[in-house]
């Protein structure tokens, strides 16, 4: 009797083993602060009154830099 999907082994399939050239980047864990700020995504739970423009703009103050912006907005 065949075996139903959930009963046959999994196997993983990995196209191939590599490592990747440190010249172009850094591990995630061993990224530093100001590369995840400089490269990364900060999420923030925004609390209702100002509006998202407006905690980018508290961001881009607050951690001195030049460029923020947000990925749309849940407001009720």
Known sequence: MEKLPFERELKILTRKESETD????VIPEKRSTEELLNYGVLTINKPQGPTSHQVADYVKKILHIDKAGHGG???K
């Open 73 to 75: 907005t849940l407001d």
């Open 22 to 25: 440190p010249s172009f980047g």
